[in-house]
C-alpha cells in the first residue's frame, strides 16, 4: 500500500484571485514582507500497487483525468510506503 500526496497549483500564467485576496489580507495584517501569495490544494491518495512506480502511474491518471485541470494547473506527485 502507498501513500500519493498531491499538490496541485495554478499554472504561473493563470491569475489566481483566490490568492491576490489572501496576500491583501495578510497585508492588512501587518506581514508586508510576504510578496506573493498562491492557493493551490493537497490531495492525498492511498493506492494499492504492486510498487512505487505503479501508484506513481495510478496517480498521473487520476490527475490528469479528474484531479487537476492540466489547461490551468500544474501537479506534483509524491509517493511513499504506508
Known sequence: MYKATVNVTLR???LDP???AAHNALK??????IDQVRIGKLIELDIDAENKEEAHKVAETACSKLL???????????????
Open 68 to 82: 487537476a485541470n492540466e489547461v490551468m494547473e500544474d501537479f506534483e506527485i509524491e509517493i511513499h510506503e504506508n
Open 28 to 33: 492588512n495584517l501587518g506581514l508586508n514582507e
Open 18 to 20: 483566490q490568492g491576490k
Open 12 to 14: 504561473k500564467s493563470i
